[in-house]
């Protein structure tokens, strides 16, 4: 383990610089360029979102009168059409372009579910009403058969519209929470994510709703266990370290990731994550830094492509002493997702998150962020987080 | 995000006032108390309190009355009400924080109805209140100067007596 510090010595010398270095350049930052041959997706707001729905289904009823023969096109979500934009680090749509016809015995039911899934876009902005994806399912059981129908039509509608899920007005289930030295506006109401118990703020999927009006943290935290946030807020962490901590408590949903983008854009503030160390983890950290396959298309508002792998590295168990017996020895689907990791071209650009993952198939061991607990609970808030945001000890 | 740098590091950030145009109306002025009342003092550093007190102010000045105006001068009466309910809870705190506002006012007591009638009856006697608090510390301050003369011989005990006559008058 590295010599004890005194705590007054842990002052997160590094993660402030960071936070300067930030908060300089943040007043020049441009809008994100996005590569040749990729699809740029808006982030609209309601009355936008309406206008592209009318001409959307005006260009329909014109090929209907024109041809007899309508179809629409959409981009493709598959594989094959999913870029990793190098300069941004982003996983970005490509420009395959695919027709659904709506003439054709197989995709009567598919075009049908498309066309109810409009429908109800257009009531839920013209009304300025959100709703979950599971309500759109229930909206038409018969139709929809299966929630994945739906939930695969709510995605079409969305891309075909060149827009994100969230401006559709169709968000997904509230998951995550956040914590810490922020102060927001939610549509009337202020609330100060200091003063709501150690539970925190549950993130609002309805972000069009959410502003950030005040803040004075440093730095942001991204936990991936809700058990590593309850020791955080036990702890009161953001007021010795002035901070906001986030979780999506496991897999990073929509609005988490949308939420922690927003933070980062909106305040300049550097974004710090504490996963597992597992192949899971790190895939939960590289969702945050870069979206997921599957919406691709959402990724400019998605990702945060600043995120820092703060812990814990498999480094960390050697240097901070995690005992043998706290240390779980991968099993074949461990080996197999980090042989996977190392395979995608984000890491092999990132030479110390390739060296860490590889070491840990070398040692074939993986270990939970409760294992640091094996020092005393308050290690973690007291010694291994400071020491890491003094030293500028990630990845 | 308004930047307020802290002495010894790190920075406080504030919401651009351009972003509360879109607000509701009463926002702007929900927002300054907030501020005002929970924030402020939190953030140590006096020099950056003074920078924030200054951009609440000019928050107050460019966003919060102007779109209190706005809605003043227009024709919804539940907006009016909800402005002026606003301007009341304020004119209890501060008064004259809502001296640009006295004009319009004037032009709302035209109307009938009356919980605007009632609302502008309750601010119109903040509006006196404070008037008179200030008439008051006025006199205060002319009364204290004859005391002083009074006692050095320079003016005799029938003027010192006039000026401590005013000042007990307007106090009662």
């Given at each position: 383990m590295a010599k004890k510090s005194k705590n007054q010595d842990l002052d997160l010398k590094a993660a402030k610089m960071l936070f300067n270095e930030y908060l300089e350049r943040g007043r020049e930052e441009k809008p994100i360029d996005l590569p040749k041959g990729t699809v740029k997706i808006d982030d609209l707001k309601r009355k936008q979102a309406l206008e592209k729905l009318y001409k959307l289904v005006d260009d329909i009823i014109r090929k209907i009168y024109a041809t007899g023969r309508p179809s629409i096109t959409l981009p493709s979500r598959t594989s094959s059409n999913i870029i990793w934009d190098e300069e941004n680090d982003l996983l970005l749509l490509g420009e395959q372009i695919m027709e659904k016809q709506f003439h054709s015995l197989t995709s009567v039911a598919d075009i049908t579910r498309l066309m109810r899934v409009l429908e109800k876009v257009n009531e839920l902005l013209i009304k300025d009403l959100h709703a979950t994806k599971r309500e759109i399912f229930y909206s038409d059981v018969k139709l929809f058969q299966d929630q994945k129908n739906s939930d695969k039509s709510i995605e079409d509608v969305a891309t075909m519209l060149y827009t994100t899920r969230n401006s559709t007005h169709i968000v997904a289930s509230a998951k995550g929470s956040c914590i810490g030295r922020l102060r927001i506006r939610d549509k009337n109401d202020i609330i100060d994510l200091?003063?709501?118990?150690?539970?925190?703020?549950?993130?609002?999927?309805?972000?069009?709703?959410i502003e950030i009006i005040e803040s004075d943290a440093e730095f942001i935290l991204v936990v991936e266990k809700d058990a590593a946030m309850i020791r955080l807020s036990e702890d009161r962490f953001w007021r010795k370290y002035p901070c906001i901590i986030l979780t999506a408590k496991g897999a990073a949903d929509i609005a988490t990731r949308m939420f922690l983008r927003r933070l980062n854009k909106d305040l300049n503030l550097p974004v710090f994550s504490l996963v597992d160390s597992d192949p899971y983890g790190h895939y939960i950290h590289s969702v945050y830094l870069r979206g997921s396959k599957r919406l691709s298309y959402e990724s400019p508002f998605l990702a945060t492509p600043e995120i820092k792998l703060l812990g814990v590295l498999t480094r960390d168990l050697d240097k901070y002493k995690v005992p043998k017996d706290c240390r779980l020895p991968m099993n074949k689907m461990d080996i197999k997702r980090t042989k996977e990791l190392l395979n995608e071209d984000f890491v092999k650009n990132n030479k110390q998150w390739e060296q860490d993952l590889k070491l840990a198939l070398n040692l074939k061991i993986k270990a939970e962020i409760q294992a640091l607990s094996s020092h005393g609970f308050e290690f973690l808030t007291d010694q291994y987080l400071p020491e890491k945001l003094t030293t500028g000890d990630w990845i | 995000m308004r930047i307020f740098y802290k002495k010894g590091g790190g920075a406080i950030q504030l919401i651009d006032k351009e972003k509360m145009l879109e607000w509701p109306v009463e926002l702007p002025l929900i927002f300054i108390e907030y501020i005002r009342n929970n924030q402020l003092k939190l953030y140590e550093d006096t020099r950056v309190q003074k920078e924030v007190e200054a951009y609440l102010d000019e928050i107050l000045k460019d966003v919060a009355i102007p779109r209190l105006i706005s809605v003043l001068e227009g024709d919804d009466l539940e907006e009016i009400i909800l402005a002026l309910t606003r301007i009341e809870e304020i004119s209890n705190k501060n008064i004259e924080m809502i001296n640009p506002i006295k004009p319009y006012l004037e032009k709302l007591s035209?109307?009938?109805?009356k919980q605007i009638e009632k609302l502008i009856q309750n601010i119109s006697t903040q509006f006196q209140k404070a008037e008179r608090k200030k008439e008051l510390a006025k006199k205060r301050k002319v009364m204290r100067e004859k005391e002083k003369l009074f006692l050095e011989g320079k003016i005799n005990g029938e003027e010192y007596a006039k000026a401590r006559k005013e000042y007990l008058t307007l106090k009662d």
């Open positions: 200091e003063g709501l118990g150690s539970g925190g703020w549950t993130i609002s999927p309805m972000l069009d709703n | 035209n109307i009938e109805n």
